[in-house]
């Protein structure tokens, strides 16, 4: 997979050299007060809303944390490498690590909808409006039954209900792409709309690529495109319930043909066509009565599609429709300490899958060919079924016990699945025991060393196979979901007002991964794994002024691909992460600095190699022996932003926002590879030093 690597991470670069956006804002306050009403609803004011027994072990980000995040270029889910175990696989790709996991053990969710792929070709800019963010909360790991659906990992991101502007309007214009969001309130204080849409521009870009990098003039047969769009209406039925509509949708695709230049292979040679569709919209039904209950209802619809065309004639292509009913609710039976949670999932997925001779992308294989034949022909496979998941939950959270220097709490919950694809029913037990210890103490400098609060949480996840996974190759009916067990213990203390520091450890067991099995010609649980690691971070806020915080994770994640084999190194493995950034407001210019640091990639080094003569073509190529596994050097950079507003006068604005990234041009190793007869290896470089600048006109 060299050649689609390589040539990503190029284009990626190109992209990112070259963006320099251009926002005009338009807005009219909303003149509400004349109006008349008997019955006057107020939603709820647009600010970060915490739960009123703040029991889920999460992190958050909201407000400044996502808008002046240096380095994101105002890209909302860049903003998530502030922390500890959460990070970006490298300087091009979005997708997320979490606490030494898989990509694939994440979910998104954008307001109770699911969220196809979070980033627009891999990683140039997300799938998500960032002007309509509200909060983006991340569930790394050891929560509760509220979310399951296949995950070990959740990202959760939430748009805001509310706007106090009768009419509002942004336009932003930039090299790649262009982009339009506006947004309203409905009638006095009844409701809220936005609708947001993004299309890309690229085809003056791609005119440069010969001149720019050495490629050939006919690599780029289509330029790549993107384009994206959501919405949102927001409507309140009474005092206590509101309906909310909303929709989110985005599509990728790209064109290649590459010759003996880029592969070495015959057969690869030749279009290389993609495109990745998804939609979602959904109808939710909130209700909510102070101190009693909180109830949402939804019915969702969502439809995804990846299809792939490579060389000779292979083909992947697979999609699948849900249609979803979600509900959930939480019943105080004595506020605030007995909480009662509960909900189901009920969905129903028209599942197609198509393929000749090509199969998914594999963690573990170091030089990992997507080519599926038997007997050097390709297997055709072609599959149509309708899945249906059943998935309930029931958790109860409830103070144990409290005394002048001790305060107990516990949760515990049970959630069950059943997926008809295996017909498979598993009930997975999950829950926590927080202890707060120590009386409220303030030393002489107003440094608070009481009290702690300590939590230990255990859960179970179930992640069912995929279709392909069980059609694949020779069926393999039997074939069983994976399941993880998760044990963390958690310290948390607020030193002062400002400052707070949070100290967990965690501990994964992994067990029946599914992997192809290449003897037997067909998908098996037959990878396990841990993962064990403790994370720090600290944080101090001082108000809008000033913002400090330090992120440390050191993780050790292990996989065995099967009884026969070593244990080795997670291929995404990331041992220390560490994260050191600052904000600082003063009067009308805004100052940051991110420093990252973390441990270099994993590769296999070349030792030597092996002439191989294929039986069919009786055609001679290299084969290569590889050492044991070994590492880049490690990687790290700095990022600094300014903001400077350079006007205002009343509702006119302008800003003028200036990043560098990589400011002092450090060369990190984005992967090794291997030159055409394997003889020596070829490390590729991440981002070079980038400027990225951006002027915002308000009014």
Request: aromatic share 14%; proline share 5%; with cysteine.
């Amino acid at each position: 997979m060299y050649f689609l690597e390589t040539k990503t991470v190029k284009l990626s670069l190109i992209l990112l050299l070259l963006i320099f956006p251009i926002t005009v804002f338009a807005q009219e306050d909303a003149p509400i007060e004349n109006e008349a009403s008997e019955d006057v609803i107020t939603l709820p004011p647009v600010v970060k809303i915490e739960e009123r027994i703040e029991r889920k072990q999460r992190h958050t980000l909201g407000g400044t944390s996502i808008t002046s995040a240096v380095g994101s270029g105002g890209d909302p889910l860049r903003a998530l490498n502030q922390l500890p175990s959460v990070g970006t696989l490298n300087d091009f790709v979005g997708i997320l690590s979490v606490r030494g996991g898989d990509p694939e053990d994440n979910i998104y969710y954008f307001d109770r909808l699911p969220l196809g792929y979070p980033y627009h070709l891999y990683g140039i800019v997300s799938t998500v409006n960032a002007d309509v963010l509200q909060k983006i909360d991340v569930y790394p790991g050891g929560y509760g039954g509220q979310y399951g659906a296949d995950s070990q990992a959740v990202i959760d991101i939430h748009s805001r209900g509310n706007t106090d502007k009768r009419v509002a309007g942004k336009l932003n214009l930039n090299p790649v792409y262009s982009q339009s969001f506006f947004e309203g309130s409905i009638g006095r204080n009844r409701g809220y709309w936005y609708i947001f849409g993004r299309r890309s521009f690229m085809g003056p870009l791609f005119e440069l690529l010969p001149i720019l990098l050495e490629v050939d003039d006919d690599l780029v047969t289509e330029v790549p495109r993107f384009w994206s769009y959501q919405g949102k209406a927001v409507y309140q039925l009474s005092k206590h319930n509101r309906l909310v509509v909303n929709a989110i949708a985005a599509d990728d695709s790209a064109k290649f043909r590459f010759t003996e230049d880029e592969v070495s292979e015959s057969d690869l040679r030749g279009p290389l066509n993609s495109e990745n569709p998804f939609d979602s919209q959904g109808i939710h039904f909130h209700s909510e009565k102070e101190e009693t209950f909180n109830s949402v209802v939804s019915l969702t619809r969502s439809f995804s599609r990846t299809q792939l065309e490579y060389g000779d004639g292979y083909i992947y292509n697979d999609s699948d429709s849900v249609y979803s009913l979600r509900g959930d609710l939480q019943y105080w039976v004595e506020f605030p300490k007995t909480l009662i949670e509960s909900g189901f999932d009920v969905s129903s997925v028209p599942s197609n899958l198509t393929s000749i001779g090509a199969r998914p992308l594999e963690e573990g294989d170091w030089d990992f060919d997507f080519r599926l034949k038997q007997d050097g022909e390709k297997v055709h496979t072609t599959s149509s079924k309708v899945l249906h998941r059943f998935e309930g939950y029931l958790q109860g959270t409830q103070d144990l016990f409290s005394a002048r220097y001790v305060d107990l709490f516990g949760t515990v919950g049970l959630r069950t699945t059943y997926y008809n694809l295996i017909d498979s029913f598993y009930i997975q037990p999950r829950g926590q025991f927080g202890l707060t210890l120590g009386p409220e103490r303030t030393t002489a400098y107003g440094l608070s060393l009481l009290p702690v609060d300590l939590r230990f949480m255990y859960g179970k996840y179930v992640q069912n196979p995929q279709l392909y996974q069980v059609v694949f190759g020779n069926d393999n009916p039997d074939i069983a979901p994976s399941n993880a067990t998760h044990y963390v213990l958690s310290i948390e203390k607020r030193l002062t007002a400002e400052t707070r520091i949070e100290v967990a450890g965690y501990y994964k067991n992994l067990q029946d991964m599914i992997t192809f099995n290449l003897a037997e010609k067909r998908y098996e649980n037959q990878r396990t794994g841990s993962v064990r690691g403790i994370e720090f971070s600290l944080e101090h806020e001082i108000g809008d002024v000033f913002r400090g915080w330090l992120a440390y994770s050191y993780t050790l994640s292990r996989r065995r691909d099967s009884q026969k084999e070593k244990e080795r190194d997670f291929m995404y493995s990331t041992p220390h992460v560490m994260s050191v950034g600052l904000n600082y407001t003063f009067e009308s210019l805004e100052f940051g600095a991110t420093w990252q640091y973390k441990s270099g990639i994993l590769y296999a080094p070349l030792v030597d190699r092996e002439r191989y003569t294929n039986p069919f073509t009786k055609n001679e190529t290299w084969i290569p022996v590889y050492g044991d596994l070994a590492r880049a050097a490690p990687y790290h950079r700095l990022d600094l932003r300014i903001h400077w507003s350079v006007l205002k006068i009343n509702r006119f604005k302008c800003g003028f926002t200036a990043e560098i990234w990589n400011a002092y041009n450090r060369t990190n190793i984005l992967q090794v590879r291997y030159n055409e007869n394997y003889t020596k290896e070829v490390p590729v470089a991440q981002l070079p030093l980038i400027p990225f600048l951006a002027f915002t006109v308000e009014y």
